[in-house]
């Protein structure tokens, strides 16, 4: 029955190619932008942890975790409204699928557009950036990704309930992501005594940068997995995933 | 005949505004019942209670002997829901949408056999985005039949059809009809309830103000009839006519043709057979004769227009 549903929604999604398009190619737009700027540089000395590192191999996970975000948390919030206010979401509670069965599928296909994003972000990093990919790099991003894409997939789910109507949707996701995303270090390295980046550590898109960077930092040694900040994520995924259950809105709002 | 629908008390409030306030109602197991009523009077309200939308407020609700509120994902297996405003995938096909939806049934019809039913058959190919509003509305349909449903319920299912569709859409509820399913129908067009509903009730300020047959509601089997022809020429005035003016309603009225004779009677027989007994042994052709009943409009509105809306659809 899932396994249906997920192919059905896989085929809806990707029959609509322009929303597919911006979704994978838009972090290979900010790696082009951002590769220029910095073109081969050292490290800003935050970085400092032992060793210089080039400032790509700090980039190209940071705007991994900008498409990340966006393809789970910004587009899924995004969609569910849409499909909230258009009586979609109403059809599936018309039918036996069960609710839960629903959101899972839709967690799973978030899951799915995440790995080929990742694919083609670490690939475009590779081939043109001169990414290195130390020996923990595979299993520390597949730990790290997935969590975060189930996480950020969760807050999706959850911040839609408080979305008012479709209209609104971009306004208030964006709101809320594109401050988060500036303290976070997503664009350049913040150093982590500043009180900026305090306030990032309280909420989930900092970990997920640091995690990335660990994941992909030739000078880090063991697994690569930022135990902390994976913990952090897990943390919002369960708060995500407590309000989403207990505050989700199927219906529109009502008229008049 | 045992009841696919019973409701008994319901009431629903939203904050201020009684939605539903105290409604009683019976559907005989396969029979088609239109709940009929003005924006906002609560057929909707009503239906989505029905449905398991909405929680009620008091009252109780019966579908196939389930409780709405409790066994809804029970229900769900065995009825079919045709929400008010259409929405359907854009990037399926008519067969996808209609096999995704398949699956989660325990005994789904075949999408092939439900494209035939809804005559979208050179479309089943076609993506959904391609449909006119017309067969997207009849894919919508399409959703409520896939799992062969006991009883169907379909929300003003024709509104913003154009007279064609509506007919089309008409034949498909009658066929579902005759393959014995019970069929609740909300709907604002009297032509509808009358084409396609046994019975008929009519909802205002959340209350059942009429119940009856389409041909019977509202007295309007034994009530009034309305008798009408044209003023043979030479005739002077109404004086002349062999019709009792002081005991019954007969005024003259302006029409393009010339004065229209209308008598308002409770017993048109009798007074038929004097009108054209009359007008056979002078010779005369009555023009324009017609006899008719209150159409289910007129009831319609008379039974509504002392009632205010509770502006909630």
């Given at each position: 029955?899932?396994s249906s ?9 990707w ?16 790696l082009v ?6 073109n081969?540089?050292?490290?800003p ?8 590192i ?6 190209v ?10 393809a789970?948390?910004t587009q ?5 409204s849409?499909?909230?206010d258009?009586?979609?979401?109403k059809?599936?509670?018309?039918s036996p699928?069960p609710?839960?069965?629903?959101l899972?599928t839709?967690v799973l296909s978030c899951l799915?557009?995440?790995a080929?994003l ?8 590779g ?15 597949v730990?790290?990704?997935?969590i ?7 807050i999706?789910?959850?911040i ?8 609104a949707?971009p306004?208030?996701?964006n ?5 988060l995303?500036f ?8 150093s982590?005594s ?7 550590s309280?909420f989930?898109?900092?970990?997920f940068v ?14 690569g997995?930022?135990w902390?900040?994976v913990g952090?994520?897990?943390i919002w995924?369960?708060?995500?995933l407590v309000v989403?259950v ?5 219906t529109?709002?009502r008229?008049? | ?7 008994a008390?319901?009431?629903?409030r939203?904050?201020e505004v009684?939605?539903?306030?105290g409604?009683?109602?019976?559907v ?5 019942f239109?709940l009929l009523g003005p924006?906002?009077a609560?057929?909707?309200?009503t ?7 909405l ?9 196939l002997g ?10 769900l297996?065995?009825?079919?829901i045709?929400l ?7 990037f ?9 939806r398949?699956?989660l ?8 056999e439900?494209?035939e ?10 993506r ?8 997207q509305?009849?894919l919508?349909l ?8 006991e009883?169907?319920f ?15 859409a008409?034949?498909v509820?009658?066929?579902l ?5 019970t ?6 067009y009297m032509d509808e309830?009358q ?6 009730a009519?909802i205002?300020r959340?209350?059942?103000v ?12 034994t ?6 022809f ?8 109404l004086?002349?006519?062999p019709?009792?003016?002081a005991a019954?309603?007969?005024?003259l009225a ?5 004065p ?5 009677t ?6 038929l ?5 009359w ?5 005369i052709?009555l ?17 509504t227009?002392?009632?205010g809306?509770?502006g909630v659809?």
């Amino acid at each position: 029955m899932m396994s249906s549903e997920l192919k059905y929604q896989q085929l809806s999604y990707w029959r609509n190619p322009l929303g597919a398009f911006f979704t994978f190619f838009m972090p290979v737009m900010f790696l082009v932008i951002f590769g220029s700027l910095y073109n081969n540089q050292k490290a800003p000395s935050v970085l400092d942890a032992g060793g210089a590192i080039s400032f790509d191999q700090y980039f190209v996970p940071a705007i991994l975790t900008l498409g990340v975000i966006s393809a789970c948390y910004t587009q899924l919030a995004i969609q569910l409204s849409n499909q909230r206010d258009a009586g979609l979401l109403k059809r599936v509670r018309s039918s036996p699928l069960p609710p839960a069965a629903y959101l899972f599928t839709v967690v799973l296909s978030c899951l799915i557009r995440t790995a080929v994003l990742v694919g083609i972000t670490l690939a475009v990093g590779g081939l043109f950036y001169g990414l290195v990919f130390p020996a923990h790099a595979a299993l520390a991003l597949v730990v790290v990704v997935g969590i975060a894409s189930v996480t950020f997939s969760a807050i999706g789910i959850a911040i839609t309930a408080a979305i008012p109507n479709a209209d609104a949707a971009p306004a208030i996701v964006n709101g809320i992501y594109l401050p988060l995303m500036f303290i976070s270090g997503t664009f350049f390295p913040l150093s982590s005594s500043s009180i900026l980046t305090k306030i990032a550590s309280y909420f989930p898109v900092r970990p997920f940068v640091q995690a990335s960077f660990a994941a992909l930092n030739p000078l880090v040694h063991g697994s690569g997995i930022e135990w902390h900040e994976v913990g952090a994520m897990v943390i919002w995924c369960a708060l995500a995933l407590v309000v989403g259950v207990r505050c989700f809105r199927w219906t529109p709002a009502r008229k008049g | 005949m045992t009841a696919a629908i019973a409701v008994a008390g319901l009431q629903k409030r939203f904050g201020e505004v009684h939605a539903v306030s105290g409604v009683d109602l019976e559907v005989p197991a396969g029979t088609v019942f239109a709940l009929l009523g003005p924006n906002g009077a609560g057929k909707t309200t009503t239906v989505e209670i029905l449905e398991g939308f909405l929680d009620r407020d008091a009252g109780d609700v019966h579908v196939l002997g389930l409780d709405p509120a409790k066994d809804r994902r029970a229900l769900l297996e065995r009825v079919g829901i045709v929400l008010q405003e259409t929405a359907v995938e854009p990037f399926l096909t008519v067969r996808e949408t209609l096999a995704r939806r398949a699956v989660l049934y325990p005994h789904p019809r075949r999408p092939d056999e439900v494209i035939e039913t809804i005559g979208l058959e050179e479309k089943a190919a076609a993506r959904v985005r391609s449909l006119s509003g017309g067969q997207q509305r009849r894919l919508d349909l399409g959703l409520g039949l896939i799992g062969d449903p006991e009883v169907l319920f379909l929300d003003e299912p024709t509104t913003g059809f154009d007279p064609n569709a509506r007919r089309e859409a008409w034949d498909v509820v009658k066929r579902l009809a005759s393959e014995g399913r019970t069929i609740l129908l909300t709907t604002h067009y009297m032509d509808e309830a009358q084409a396609l509903a046994d019975q008929v009730a009519v909802i205002a300020r959340g209350q059942i103000v009429a119940l009856g047959t389409p041909s019977s509601i509202g007295g309007r089997n034994t009530g009034a009839t309305t008798v009408r022809f044209l003023l043979p020429a030479g005739l002077k005035g109404l004086g002349e006519l062999p019709v009792p003016t002081a005991a019954l309603d007969v005024a003259l009225a302006d029409s393009p043709d010339g004065p229209l004779v209308e008598i308002v009677t409770t017993a048109p027989t009798g007074l038929l057979q004097g009108i054209t007994s009359w007008a056979v042994e002078r010779q005369i052709e009555l023009e324009g004769l017609e006899v008719t009943r209150p159409s289910l409009e007129d009831v319609y509105l008379e039974i509504t227009s002392d009632s205010g809306t509770a502006g909630v659809s």
